[in-house]
């Protein structure tokens, strides 16, 4: 690579720009909070399509907002703000940037590909320290703690429940027994170790046995779950009545966990779901992003 392409500045592919612009349903005069900003291809979307809106948008990811912010202020002068947090924390940031009821707001759950390029500990695939953590100014726990501290239970149960890992129990044997003879350091390290752990090893043209370990391990050093669960009725109670949240996960936890909360309130009668059927990326898209394969849109209007 060459010292001039090395500088520009990795984007993330946004997936299913249509689809979000179709239930967010931006109007003249709207505010609209995109809480998971990312290299701002959604932002831009929204503001592009109603020039006479503003956009919020939040990350937790502070190199994202200062890498891919400055150049859409400088687009869209006086219309876009920029906020650094967690969204699990809406309810205080709202409060504290003074954010009356908004009109819509879009959440695009997960990683951007920035970060798993980019940020130590996310990809298998580069040898880096084993990190993790999206917001390390807020975040003290790095994978590299959990791998080497966790008891021999926890890590089977992270490996199961976040990552649907079969041989959950085993891998987390070797990383145990492998632990106290040498520290497992780097991501390299580890995908090795769990690639012996299984039983056909690293096999050409399929996925590397370690990648449901790291998304595993991902989910719970960010609190992924978490998070959205916290933000689900934050969210709700931030939007004016007639405005829509729009959610797009890639784990069936995560979409599980939107699917629930919209059923509810609908249930309660002060919601109407816009998608009665999860919406998923055409066979376009799918073929041009591989990421938006795993996408699933749900969309949901307060009452
Ligand atoms: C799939 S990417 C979003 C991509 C973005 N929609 C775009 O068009 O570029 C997910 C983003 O959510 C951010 N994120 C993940 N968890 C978050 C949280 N709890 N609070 C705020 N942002 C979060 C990540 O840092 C990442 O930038």
Redesign the pocket.
């Known amino acids: 690579m060459s010292e001039e392409s090395s500088k520009i500045p990795l984007?993330?592919?946004?997936?299913l720009?249509h689809e979000v612009l179709t239930y967010l349903e931006p109007k003249p005069g709207g505010t609209y909070l995109?809480?998971?900003?990312?290299?701002?291809?959604?932002?831009?979307?929204i503001l592009q399509r109603e020039p006479a809106c503003n956009v919020i948008a939040?990350?937790?990811?502070k190199v994202?907002l200062e890498t891919?912010g400055p150049p859409l202020l400088e687009q869209f002068p006086g219309r876009l703000r920029l906020v650094w947090?967690?969204?699990?924390?809406l309810y205080k940031l709202l409060k504290k940037e003074n954010i009356a009821p908004v009109d819509g707001i879009?959440?695009?759950?997960?990683?951007?590909?920035?970060?798993i390029f980019e940020r130590p500990g996310f990809s298998l695939y580069r040898d880096t320290a084993l990190d993790m953590r999206?917001?390390p100014s807020h975040q003290k726990l790095t994978a590299y703690e959990v791998i080497q501290q966790a008891p021999q239970e926890t890590l089977s149960e992270i490996f199961w429940e976040f990552g649907e890992e079969r041989y959950a129990n085993r891998i987390a044997r070797c990383i145990v027994e492998e632990r106290v003879k040498r520290p497992i350091q780097t991501t390299t390290d580890l995908a090795k170790l769990v690639a012996r752990a299984m039983p056909g090893g690293v096999k050409k043209g399929y996925i590397h046995p370690a990648t449901k370990v790291f998304q595993a391990l991902r989910i719970y050093v960010?609190?992924?779950l978490d998070?959205?669960s916290a933000?689900m009725p934050v969210a709700f109670n931030g939007l004016k009545p007639g405005g829509n949240l729009v959610c797009?996960s890639?784990h069936s936890l995560e979409d599980r966990l939107v699917k629930q909360y919209f059923r509810d309130k609908e249930r309660e009668d002060v919601a109407q779901i816009l998608t009665p059927r999860v919406v998923v990326a055409s066979t376009e898209e799918q073929e041009l992003n591989k990421?938006s394969r795993s996408a699933r849109l749900r969309a949901l209007r307060k009452i």
């Not at 939040?58 to 990811?61: G, I, R, Y």
């Not at 947090?85 to 924390?89: L, M, P, R, S, V």
Request: charge should be negative; aromatic fraction near 14%; avoid cysteine.
């Open positions: 984007v993330h592919k946004s997936v720009i995109d809480v998971t900003f990312g290299s701002g291809g959604h932002t831009k979307a939040f990350d937790w990811d994202s891919h947090g967690n969204f699990a924390h879009l959440a695009d759950f997960g990683t951007s590909q920035m970060q999206m917001s960010n609190k992924e998070n959205i933000f797009i890639f990421a």
